[in-house]
């Protein structure tokens, strides 16, 4: 596996905004000229297609590729709306984690770079006692977390931020996610607080703030600054 043309987008929790993210940085690649495709490792809730796949699509402008609609960029696909490890059990079958970078490796004969967006935070089950963050150590791929304005996420971020350093996981920056910016005394301070934690334990890595998506703002993210991927 060539690890710099992988990147892994994981969150705090399930509704950080991971699709946001990976498809406005999608955008931001495409605009760039930039061999791309999006991954969706596991997708849970959903039939016939990864719905998170659409998404990044939609916010990129453009049509599902034919490797959407073989299947190509989203290995698992369950019905049952819950962690992948319960949903692969509901459904009788194994999630195999080599199997998805196989799935990866396929894509990478030809795109030159793969955003991989994974299922709920570092620590979800995969299989067994198998996480998200397990997959990302074993494979080697940097890692960009979403954070956002809510309630707690100070608390979230911290945690994930420590587990990561403890695991030796590569982190190539975090996303402030604004929304849903009820309160712009909270947002702003959150975002302050979880910059300057991020100083203090990774001295380099690059926090980016997304705004609350519309057709004006999608791209204003400086995404250049995460140069340890691009």
């Keep these: 596996m060539k690890r710099a043309n992988y990147m892994f987008v994981t969150g705090i929790d399930t509704d950080a905004g991971k699709s946001i993210v990976t498809g406005l940085y999608y955008k931001y690649l495409l605009s760039k000229s930039e061999k791309v495709i999006t991954f969706k490792a596991i997708q849970t809730g959903c039939k016939d297609i990864a719905e998170d796949i659409v998404t990044h699509r939609e916010i990129a402008g453009v049509k599902l590729t034919k490797e959407d609609i073989n299947g ?9 709306p819950c962690s992948p490890h319960l949903a692969a059990q509901i459904e009788n079958r194994i999630i195999d984690p080599h ?7 396929r894509l990478s004969d030809r795109y030159d770079k793969i955003v991989i967006e994974g299922a709920g935070g570092l620590m979800v089950p995969i299989t067994g006692q198998y996480t998200s963050a397990d997959f990302v150590k074993d494979y080697r791929i940097p890692v960009l977390l979403v954070t956002s304005s809510k309630l707690g996420s100070i608390n979230h971020t911290l945690l994930t931020l420590e587990y990561i350093k403890s695991r030796g996981i590569e982190l190539s920056g975090i996303i402030y996610n604004d929304f849903p910016n009820n309160d712009t005394i909270i947002t702003d301070d959150s975002y302050r607080v979880i910059s300057d934690f991020a ?6 890595v690059p926090v980016l ?3 609350v998506v519309d ?6 993210t ?7 991927w691009l």
């Design 199 to 204: 100083e203090k334990m990774f001295c380099d």
């Design 209 to 211: 703030r997304v705004p």
């Design 99 to 105: 199997n998805i970078i196989k799935a990866a490796n």
């Design 215 to 220: 057709d004006s703002n999608s791209c204003n």
């Design 222 to 228: 400086d995404w250049g600054l995460i140069k340890k």
């Design 72 to 80: 190509e960029t989203c290995p698992y696909l369950f019905n049952h």
